[in-house]
């Protein structure tokens, strides 16, 4: 008896421990480190684009502009496998992306605004200009679908909390100016379960594939 218990309180205490190593929290007073956040994120603009635009077809999403804490749970999220991500489980455990870390970048990538067009041209401009310019739009190309569908689903369900134009509010982030074959996965995810959402049987229990176009059509001219 005396041993088993032991043995379970030592299994316990090491899994309390692997848990406190996968998801630590960072200090009260922790300042945000500007210079640290650019170095990190030549690790993250390979898939997430230099300046957190997203790429890849749309398939790495975007995460300029996105809400910090959000971004900051998702990364926790990955950590502790609640939410599975393949292609960043090299980055996603504390050795090489500590709580500090996950701050400063997540911080860095919330500031980043983009355009959804690209200035008009006034005067003359040198073509490196332009190009740094169209770097930083993100534009969605319209998504074939029923509007009126998409328009009314959206705003029967999805508008309290991602707001009226889709552009999020608080910890909620935006679902407009956010790539669609990314958006398409996430509802996929939240319809089987794979993924956690809020309310996740209502909102998606009953989503159609017909739907999730719809819905995706709605949301891709939003930015236009
Ligand atoms: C090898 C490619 C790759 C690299 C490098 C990468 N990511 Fe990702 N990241 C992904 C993919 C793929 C997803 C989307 C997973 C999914 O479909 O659920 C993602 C999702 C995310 C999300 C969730 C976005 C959301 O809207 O919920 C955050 C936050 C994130 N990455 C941050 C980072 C940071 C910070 C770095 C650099 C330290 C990084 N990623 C490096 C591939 C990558
Ligand atoms: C009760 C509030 C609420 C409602 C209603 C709601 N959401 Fe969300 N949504 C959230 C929150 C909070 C998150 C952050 C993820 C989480 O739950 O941890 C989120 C996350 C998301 C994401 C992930 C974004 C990303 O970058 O990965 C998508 C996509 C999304 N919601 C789509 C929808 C759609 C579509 C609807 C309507 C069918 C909807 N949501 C309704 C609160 C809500």
Not at 146 to 150: A, S
């Given at each position: 008896m005396f041993v088993k218990a032991l043995a379970r309180s030592a299994g316990l205490s090491c899994?309390?421990?692997t848990g406190s190593l996968w998801a630590a929290d960072v200090p009260e007073d922790y300042e945000y480190d500007k210079y640290n956040a650019e170095d990190i994120?030549?690790?993250?603009?390979?898939?997430?684009?230099?300046?957190?635009?997203?790429?890849?077809?749309?398939?790495?999403?975007?995460?300029?502009g996105l809400p910090q804490e959000y971004m900051e749970e998702q990364i926790k999220n990955f950590k502790t496998r609640k939410r599975v991500n393949i292609p960043m489980v090299p980055f996603a455990n504390d050795r090489e992306l500590p709580p500090e870390d996950v701050r400063d970048i997540?911080?860095?990538?919330?500031?980043?605004?983009?355009?959804?067009q690209l200035p008009?041209?006034?005067g003359r401009i040198d073509g490196l200009e332009r190009l740094q310019q169209a770097e930083a739009v993100v534009q969605i190309p319209k998504h074939e679908g029923?509007?009126?569908?998409?328009e009314e689903y959206y705003m029967e369900m999805c508008r309290g909390c991602h707001n009226k134009d889709g552009m999020g509010r608080g910890n909620k982030p935006a679902v407009t100016g956010q790539h669609i074959?990314?958006?398409?996965?996430?509802?996929?995810?939240?319809?089987?379960?794979?993924?956690?959402?809020v309310d996740q049987v209502e909102l998606f229990g009953e989503m159609t594939d017909k739907d999730i176009e719809d819905v995706l059509a709605f949301l891709s001219v939003q930015d236009d």
């Open positions: 899994l309390l421990f994120n030549e690790l993250c603009a390979g898939c997430h684009g230099s300046l957190g635009q997203g790429g890849g077809g749309g398939v790495y999403p975007r995460l300029a997540t911080t860095y990538l919330s500031n980043i605004k983009l355009a959804s008009e041209v006034s029923d509007l009126e569908n998409g074959k990314y958006l398409k996965k996430q509802f996929q995810d939240f319809r089987s379960g794979e993924r956690e959402h």
